[in-house]
């Protein structure tokens, strides 16, 4: 079984802008909400970034953090924050509850999947079907 990088299989943006700018949209309520700090939020975002191998996702969330102060440190060590002693005891659960919530299938999407659903689904429906599982 092989895997290929998720950004050179579809281009998300190109295929569902519309569905882009809606999750853009639903993470800036979700931010502009009050309920979780930002700083927390940047760490939630870069270690599911992480997880999921977007490359993308991770540089702006790493930028996003950097701009809104968050150590350089800390940011090299979100990939190992149960080693690590620069994590609050909240930051903890919050960064384990992404690792859970994020934490699909070990072994990701293989090629044959991905060839077996684009056999069955256009760009456009694939693009919208992702959003959807999201």
Known sequence: MT???????????QQS???????????M???????????LSHLVDIR???????AFCLDMHVKEAKLHGERELRLYHVAIWRESPLFTPKERAALALT?????IAPT?????LYAEVREQFSEKELSTLTFRVM
């Open 17 to 27: 802008p519309e569905l882009v700018k809606k999750l853009v949209d639903f993470s």
């Open 48 to 54: 599911a970034s992480q997880m999921n191998g977007c």
């Open 3 to 13: 895997q290929t990088n998720a950004q050179s299989r579809l281009n998300y943006m």
């Open 108 to 112: 990701g999407i293989s090629d044959e």
């Open 99 to 103: 690792e859970a919530l994020t934490q």
């Open 29 to 39: 309520a979700i931010a502009n909400s009050g309920h979780i700090e930002a700083g």
